[in-house]
C-alpha cells in the first residue's frame, strides 16, 4: 500500500525566515499533488496543488517542488510570520480520492 | 458565501449508541467526500458521492458506519453501535467537479466524536 511520510518532528523556526517541509511518498505515481494548512479545531484548508509535469509552483511566499524521480515534494514559507503557525498537510491526489499524510506543525516565533 | 458546514460539531456518545453526523456541502458542489482524522494524523477516506451515488465505500471501517446523501446536498454519516476505536474527527468535504476532474476539496470544521 501506499506510504506518505512528512517531516517527523515539529518545525520551530524564528520569524522571517524561511521553513522547508518535506513530502515523501512510495508505492504510487500521482498525477497530482496538494498542500493543504489546518489550524487547530479547523478543517484542512487548500493551499497548493501541482502536477506531475510541473517542476515548481509558487503563490505569494509559498512554493512547492515536485520530484517524481525522488518521489518528494518540498513545501517553503519564505518571510515566515507568527500567523504561518499551522500544521500543514500533504495529499496525493489519485482519482478522485486525497490521501494524506499526517502533517507537520510549524511554529514560528516572533 | 457560505463554506461546508458541519454538525453537530462535538458529539460524545456511550459505547453502543447510535450516532448521525451531518454536513451541509457548498451549494451546487457536485462531489462530497467523509474523512476520518485520528488525533495526530492526517485525515483518511471514508467515502465519496457525486450528487447522489456513493460511488466509493471503500474507506468505510466496517459495516457500522453508513453513509447517505439522498437528494445530492445534504450528507449524514451514521455509526451504529458505537466503538472507543470509532473516536475521531470527521470532516466532510465537497468539490464542484465529479470524478474525473481535479479540483481541490473543500472542507468542513469537522464533527469530534468521543465515545465512552
Known amino acids: 500500500s501506499q506510504k506518505i511520510e512528512q517531516n517527523s518532528e515539529a518545525l520551530n523556526i524564528q520569524e522571517g525566515k524561511t521553513a522547508t517541509l518535506t513530502c515523501n511518498y512510495t508505492?504510487?505515481?500521482?498525477?497530482?499533488l496538494q498542500w493543504y494548512r489546518q489550524d487547530p479545531g479547523r478543517g484542512p484548508v487548500f493551499l497548493l496543488l501541482i502536477r506531475e509535469n510541473e517542476k515548481e509552483k509558487r503563490k505569494e511566499r509559498l512554493k512547492v517542488t515536485f520530484d517524481t524521480t525522488l518521489k518528494q515534494s518540498l513545501f517553503h514559507i519564505t518571510a515566515s510570520q507568527p500567523a504561518d503557525s499551522a500544521t500543514y498537510l500533504c495529499a496525493l491526489d489519485h482519482d478522485y480520492k486525497l490521501s494524506f499524510g499526517a502533517g507537520t506543525t510549524v511554529t514560528v516565533r516572533a | 458565501g457560505a463554506g461546508v458546514s458541519q454538525s453537530p460539531r462535538y458529539k460524545v456518545a456511550k459505547r453502543g449508541q447510535d450516532v448521525a453526523l451531518r454536513c451541509d456541502p457548498i451549494?451546487?458542489?457536485?462531489?462530497l467526500f467523509w474523512y476520518q482524522q485520528a488525533l495526530g494524523q492526517g485525515p483518511e477516506f471514508l467515502t465519496y458521492f457525486q450528487n447522489e451515488a456513493q460511488l466509493d465505500k471503500s474507506g468505510l471501517p466496517s459495516d457500522r458506519f453508513f453513509a447517505e446523501r439522498p437528494e445530492g446536498s445534504v450528507s449524514t454519516l451514521k455509526i451504529q453501535r458505537t466503538q472507543q476505536e470509532d473516536s475521531a474527527v470527521y470532516l466532510c468535504a465537497s468539490s464542484p467537479v465529479g470524478a474525473g476532474v481535479r479540483d481541490t476539496q473543500y472542507f468542513g470544521p469537522g464533527t469530534r466524536l468521543t465515545v465512552l
Open positions: 451549494s451546487g458542489h457536485v462531489s
Open positions: 508505492n504510487y505515481s500521482p498525477a497530482y
